[in-house]
Every structure is written in structure tokens, then in C-alpha cells.
């Protein structure tokens, strides 16, 4: 079946410390992988996205992600985060392919001590 | 000019009623999407519609029924609200060239009371 598994729902960090979210897929063939962002009250913004290539890709807002077919993971990363960062992040897969179901995963929660 | 754009942004209305939701791109993209998130976030796909033919209809209550105009419009009529369709709507767009990269709109905000 296919599917997205974010497991941290909340996750706090101190402003200007490092960043990692987890998600891993089980998708049956070559993914589409991405990472979505949503602010409070906001519609989700892409961050970034990987089909082929480097598998270490930058998206907007100085986000990361690396993905690695051996872990079926695509973890997001930040080397320092900011106050502005506080926000849900969403993992999704799906075919390459547009008019197909994409499918999130559950979001983890960010939150930013001062 | 707003990408995706959805209107209303907030819908307050009495269980029973019929109401409306309207989406409109104007990216030139020629597949439109309808997501619902509820309360913990969750975000399902509803329908997808590619040049105004419907491609994706996901196990939703008949009472929910997009409509599709033209490409750069889908609009989702929902009759005889129930408490349980309140929720977040959103509409989305991708380009088929594109691959599946899908642009969010702002959501609609629906309470049913």
C-alpha cells in the first residue's frame, strides 16, 4: 500500500539550532517526493521536491532534503532555524505524473523556543 | 495576482444547507484539485479534474460535487451539510508538463453548525 509516515507530530527546537523532520514512503514505483509547508491559517507552500538526480536537493527558505531509496526516506533538514519557521510541514509522494493522488503524510508540528 | 485563489475564505452555515466553494488558477495549469483537512490536519484528495474531465473521485459522500467549467475553474457544490464537512477545502492546480507539482490556494474555512 502506499503511504507517508511522518512520526514526530511536534517537534521543538531552539532558535538557531539545527532541523531534521523524518518521513518515510512505501510506494510501489519510482516516487515524487515532496515537502509542503503551511503557516497558520495559510494554504501549503512547496519547499521542495525530488524525482530524479541529486539526491540531496534545496528548496526555498534555505530547507534541505535527502533522499534515500535504501531507507524509503526523504528527511528535511535546516541548518538553522528561525522564528519564522514555526509553522506544519508536510511530507507527500506520488507518481511523476500530473492528474494523479498524491498522498501526505499526517505533518509534523514546528515550534521555535526563543 | 494570487496563483490559486478560493472563495469564500470563511463559511459559517446551519446543517441542511447547500452551499458553495469557488476555485480559480490562473497559471494556465490544466489539472485542478479539491483537498479537505480536518481537524488534525489531515489532508485527503477529493477530486482532480485534467481539462475539465474528472480524473480522481475519492470515496466522498454524493452530496459533494465539483464542477469544472473551464480549466482554470472548479467549484465544489456540497448539498444537505452535515456537522462532519466542517473542515479546511483546498483547491489546488499542477501543469501536466510539470509533472505532479501542485500549487496550493489560501482554503476555505467551513463551519457547519
Known amino acids: 500500500a502506499q503511504s507517508v509516515t511522518q512520526p514526530d507530530i511536534h517537534i521543538t527546537v531552539s532558535e538557531g539550532a539545527s532541523l531534521e523532520l523524518r518521513c518515510n514512503y512505501s510506494y510501489g514505483a519510482t516516487p515524487y517526493l515532496f515537502w509542503y509547508v503551511q503557516s497558520p491559517g495559510q494554504g501549503l507552500q512547496l519547499l521542495l521536491k525530488y524525482f530524479s538526480g541529486d539526491t540531496l536537493v534545496q528548496g526555498i527558505k534555505g530547507f534541505e532534503a535527502e533522499f534515500k531509496r535504501s531507507q524509503s526516506s526523504f528527511n528535511l533538514r535546516k541548518p538553522s532555524v528561525h522564528w519564522s519557521d514555526a509553522a506544519e510541514y508536510f511530507c507527500a509522494v506520488g507518481p511523476y505524473s500530473s492528474a494523479s493522488k498524491i498522498i501526505f503524510g499526517s505533518g509534523t508540528r514546528l515550534s521555535i523556543r526563543p | 495576482d494570487t496563483a490559486v485563489s478560493q472563495t469564500p475564505k470563511y463559511l459559517v452555515t446551519q446543517m441542511g444547507n447547500d452551499k458553495s466553494i469557488k476555485c480559480e488558477q490562473n497559471?494556465?495549469?490544466?489539472?485542478m484539485y479539491w483537498y479537505k483537512q480536518d481537524s488534525k490536519k489531515f489532508l485527503k484528495i477529493m477530486f482532480s479534474?485534467?481539462?475539465?474531465?474528472?480524473?480522481i473521485n475519492e470515496t466522498v459522500p454524493n452530496r459533494f460535487s465539483p464542477k469544472s467549467p473551464d480549466k482554470a475553474h472548479l467549484n465544489l457544490h456540497i448539498n444537505s451539510l452535515e456537522l462532519g464537512d466542517s473542515a479546511v477545502y483546498f483547491c489546488a492546480s499542477s501543469q501536466e508538463s510539470r509533472g505532479n507539482e501542485q500549487f496550493f490556494g489560501p482554503g476555505t474555512r467551513l463551519t457547519v453548525l
Open positions: 479534474y485534467n481539462n475539465k474531465e474528472l480524473i
Open positions: 497559471l494556465g495549469h490544466d489539472t
